[in-house]
């Protein structure tokens, strides 16, 4: 997909960082781990630092430079939790805004998630029968409610017996006055890893770019299923739920991750690479060039072009002043945002026969018009080349996507769909050769539903509807 801006297609889920660090400066590391994490949510941020008695939380809409502008806090602490947010359950506003903060028995409790829970309206609802009332329509908030209202005697404990309450998808942190909590769900859907800071203290983070971003130690990451404590005492591990099997994001590598991050042992940037490589295997047309749709199509085209052995040179270049949160005034406008995005490189493309290679397709209107385009700047031929299967089913899991009936893999052909795109061929890349590329060749490790309709939990579209526009 190439553009969520621009085409209501897969978006980013949410990113979380937690910070443990007693005499290191935790709110600039926090800003500057959450500016890492940007790419995963840019509908708002917030931040939470704790001196042990209090926590000061700071958030606002937009992206991070604008979520927070002149507030930030400023309370001289030796803990944080920080989240960017793009809603997948619960509407875009102020209100939804995380981390979100509670007291309880122990304190105050604070807390990031990243993901989505297919049974959050039913928890919920079981809360709301018990008299809990909620201030935010997020399934975060469900989760913390669960915490705070558990009769368990430790907040170990607690947060134990209430996520084997829920089902889905969850990577969280977790702050109170005297430790910092992480954890993975059991079937691993979402990354999280653990990294040891510059002054001696600890990181956790949704991908490893947030530790170089403060010069941290990867250590490891949290595993499916785990708990990691860490406090004055140290670090300390907990396994809370296991399951037969895993089911990482496999999307996480095609396009959500940054290319330099590096999740569950797998590099980023080399696993689109060797998507690109197998991708050249699995084409059959002729061509003189490899050019990518910029930035998530770079690597494998750049692996298509080593496989290959046609040359690769950039077709688009992409204006990088137009943000996420551009807003169009009309329908005009928004029609021309592709060309304002992305503008071709006339030289590079007259009657030259162009692989276009592209990390997804939803609903296909932009990648339409990102054809259309190359045509009109004097491409003779333009193979549009996918480097993942055909999306026929929707996440439920903490990326936002269209419902089945919207996706253009569901409704039509794969001949079907490059009529509509108006490519002179198109490829997908297969199943098998995915599962190559990122080291899964038995389906064993990754989540592929919204290529195959399996989901690794039961889930009902009805029950898990998109979320509310903003």
């Known amino acids: 997909m190439t553009h969520p801006e621009l085409e209501s297609g897969w978006r980013e889920e949410c990113g979380v960082v937690g910070l443990w660090a007693p005499g290191e400066p935790v709110t600039s590391l926090g800003y500057l781990a959450l500016f890492a994490l940007q790419h995963r949510g840019q509908e708002s941020a917030g931040l939470a630092v704790t001196d042990g008695l209090h926590i000061d939380l700071e958030k606002g809409m937009g992206l991070i430079r604008e979520a927070f502008k002149d507030r930030a806090p400023t309370l001289p602490g030796h803990a944080a939790i920080g989240h960017v947010r793009y809603s997948t359950f619960g509407s875009s506003s102020y209100a939804n805004i995380q981390p979100i903060l509670a007291s309880f028995s122990g304190g105050l409790i604070c807390l990031a998630h990243n993901g989505n ?126 399951r037969p099997r895993l089911a990482h994001c496999v999307f996480e590598y095609i396009y959500f991750a940054r290319p330099d991050s590096v999740i569950d042992g797998l590099s980023v940037w080399q696993a689109r690479y060797r998507l690109g490589r197998q991708l050249a295997r699995e084409f059959t047309g002729q061509a003189d060039l490899v050019a990518p749709v910029p930035d998530t199509g770079i690597a494998a085209a750049l692996g298509f072009a080593a496989e290959s052995g046609l040359p690769y040179i950039e077709a688009l270049i992409k204006n990088r002043y137009v943000g996420r949160t551009f807003i169009l005034p009309d329908q005009a406008s928004r029609q021309a945002t592709v060309s304002m995005k992305l503008n071709p490189i006339r030289a590079n493309l007259a009657d030259r026969r162009v692989v276009l290679v592209d990390d997804s397709i939803v609903r296909g209107t932009t990648s339409a018009r990102l054809i259309s385009l190359l045509r009109k700047a004097g491409a003779r031929e333009v193979h549009f080349c996918i480097s993942s299967p055909p999306i026929t089913d929707p996440c439920f899991y903490g990326i936002d996507t269209a419902r089945s009936a919207e996706l253009i893999a569901a409704l039509k052909s794969t001949a079907e769909i490059k009529e509509a795109l108006g490519a002179d061929s198109l490829l997908y890349l297969s199943r098998p050769g995915l599962m190559a590329a990122v080291d899964d060749p038995g389906e064993k490790n990754m989540c592929t539903a919204c290529f195959s309709g399996e989901y690794p939990t039961a889930v009902d579209e009805a029950e898990n509807p998109r979320p509310e526009e903003p």
Not at 152 to 165: F, G, P
Not at 182 to 193: E, H, K, S
């Open 117 to 242: 829970l297919t049974n959050s309206r039913a928890v919920r609802h079981r809360l709301q029968q018990q008299g809990c009332t909620f201030q935010t329509t997020t399934d975060t908030e469900a989760m913390l409610n669960l915490i705070v209202y558990s009769q368990a005697q430790t907040v170990e404990d607690k947060i134990a017996e209430s996520l084997r309450q829920v089902e889905g998808a969850y990577c969280l942190t977790i702050m109170t006055g005297d430790r910092l909590i992480g954890v993975r769900d059991p079937y691993g859907f979402r990354p999280l890893c653990l990294g040891r800071t510059s002054g001696g203290g600890y990181i956790l983070a949704s991908e490893t770019c947030a530790l170089d971003a403060i010069g941290a130690d990867f250590i490891r990451d949290v595993a499916p299923g785990e708990m990691v404590i860490i406090d004055r005492s140290g670090v300390r591990s907990r396994i809370i739920e296991t």
